[in-house]
């Protein structure tokens, strides 16, 4: 009898052993494993970035994530080829500029019913509509930047100059005048590195309401009018009237003006947000530098161009890849991505763990206090705007800020250009 | 006896414009082993010098460690070794049958190698896409070893039938009188003489396949397979930001190998090259 339960125990244990391998065979088979092309490139975000995709596979055996990582000058041709020899990535980090040709060529999956409720909420509207096209949400949004002023605060100092603050933000007026006040010795109150200027003038011109692209009924117009002037003549007279910002500098990349910054050779420069990462890492030590809010105009108001996170049309897992969405950009991750690149993230709640972990705190609550002003602009979800950028704006717009042609010879170029542009296949 | 001293002062001239010329050549590559030694404090001095006062090793340490350079290293010197020796392996036949055939096909071959020199790379990539899509060579060393030899072949077989145009016919008719085969002529003659032009389409091609770029980031999917000129790539951020120290020291690792080839076969190039010079 003992023999007979002691054979019969063994039965009973290789049977639930078996069924244990074949459970565990059936569970791996089914795992789901989804690719993510991430253009990640600063060492603290891809840091972030492998670190929530290991915690996300350790969480979830059956949903496993590969990162393919691709530079972000490279992205549009990557998922361009992908997307056409369908093989692209399940899940995909872009931009809102880049996903509205995209989506008008039906390459990305509708979100809008994927997205869990928590998510959505999470997300001002404002921000939302800058990822939805014809109604349909096809990129969840989550980083984004500002243009603003930093400071040298010593020499503001030396010149008695008080910094403004988030309550009485600098007009473009006031901007203007402690560029002259700080300009003297031959050092400048200001760099501006406007190699590239489109981005900026454009952002900008929102402080004024410029827009430069409008809808009327069914087509775009573009107009150069009052709203969008304003901008562009203001930087112009600072270099060519006021002479506060050094002429030197303008053909200069944003970063490429840090050195005469950090120098002392100018007291202030313009800069996308995220420089504030290279004052970190690149300022020499005791430089006392300040990130200052944002410039009004008639408001503070800047274009929101987010970093996006979307779904492949093709994906075969699309439930899957917004549970991974939904996780790599909760609170509490979305933090850490925002930390490592020194972007804004979308959701504030995000922005708030981020300024209280950190030791720049005046300049991360200037910058997440920054999320309410950012406004939809058409020109980001216009198929033929970059290329009108490429080759009509930016040296029309570099010519203006090297006083090469008037305002006007301006306006008349990048209206034609755009007739060009746009009426061609 | 009185020498004149102006043949020394102008041996000396001589010198010394060839000495700033090749600083003038030797800079860039200076300045990125400099570069590549600073902080990234000292990357942004007002007034940069080429010695770094403070040299670190971060860079490389960041390129190694963070960046696997080392690992993309490796597959890039994989697929341009493959390369260089596929293609020459296939152009050589090729380029002897289009310098000596004379007729319709040879003309109508050296004009198609012409004319697909013009094909922009934007134009192909996508049916190209596709066709290795269906072959399943996307996403492997194999399908980007056989695209690197489709792209390189046309110039080097150009370049081998004038290598190959160059040495006498005679020398075969004498071989084949001697009872030699068209492949013994081929390997035992020709391949030897024509050691120069091998040499330089082997560079050529290793070199084509090693900096590639396009075709590595259209066809390459998974990381571990990257190429360095992608790796180099992921260097340069939004808006033109470059991580300039790591990107200096990854590009320098970058350079190593076509230097030490080039430095390797220089002399025997140069051998090769003076060979036939000399009757005799």
Redesign the interface.
Known sequence: MRKFLGLGAVVLLCTALAAGAAQAGSSRKAAVNLTFATYVWQPTTVAATKSIVASWNASHPSIQVQIVSVDPNSIHDKLLTNFVGGTATDIIHDEAADIAGFTQQGYLADLTKLIPKTLKGSISNRIWETVTFNKKITGVPSLLQTYNIFANMALLKQAGIKAPTLKNPWTWTQFRAMAKKLTSGGNYGVCWGLKSPTAAVQTLALNYGGRFFYQQGSSTVFKFGAAEQKVPQLMHDMIWVDQSVDPAAVGLSGSGVLPAFFAGKCAMTVQGNYQAQGMILQSPPGFNWAMLPPLKGTTQEQVANPQTYSMAQQSQHKPEAMQFIAYLLNHQNMAKLAAGDWLIPADAQAGKIVASHTKHYGSWIVATSSVGIFRQALWVSLPAYPRWKSEVATPAFVQYLQNKISLSDLGNQLSSGWTRVSSSP | MIVSSRPRVARTGQYALLACYLIFLAFPLLWLLSVSFKG??E????HPSIIPSDATLENYR?AFT?NGILHSALNSLKVATLTALLTTLVGLPAAYVLARRKGLVSRIGLGWILLSQMFPLILI??PL??LL?RLHL??SHTGLVLVYMVWALPFILWMLQSYVRSIPRDIEEAATADGATRLQILVGIIAPLLAPGIVVTLLFAFVTAWNEF?FA??LL???SL?TLP?KL???????????LGPLAASALVATIPSLLLFTVIQRWLTRGLMSGAVKG
């Open positions: 990234p404090r990357l942004v001095a007002l960041e963070q990539i996508i896409f596709l899509r996307t996403d396009f980031l259209v999917q998974t990381p990257t992608l790539a992921q260097f340069v951020g939004i808006e033109g930001v470059v991580r």
